[in-house]
């Protein structure tokens, strides 16, 4: 896949957070970046944010949402 595309995580902040949680708001050991959004040419990368945020202490999935700004 990285052959005909590009992370934009990677062309942008480079975030290696792990996106994966499992529901628990502490690491656990082996967690990594899991969860990535590709573009190809024609797109370009302008931002990308994971997203942490809880609902009432919940969270909405066992992985953090991303987000990524591009323009095409």
Request: proline share 3%.
């Amino acid at each position: 896949m990285v052959e005909d595309f590009y992370d934009v995580n990677k062309a942008t902040v480079c975030d290696r957070r792990f996106t994966y949680h499992g529901y628990s708001i502490q690491p656990k050991e082996g967690q990594e970046h899991i969860d990535y959004c590709f573009v190809n040419d024609g797109v370009i990368p302008k931002g990308f944010e994971i997203i942490t945020k809880t609902f009432d202490g919940k969270f909405a999935s066992d992985h953090y949402a991303i987000l990524a700004e591009v323009e095409i």
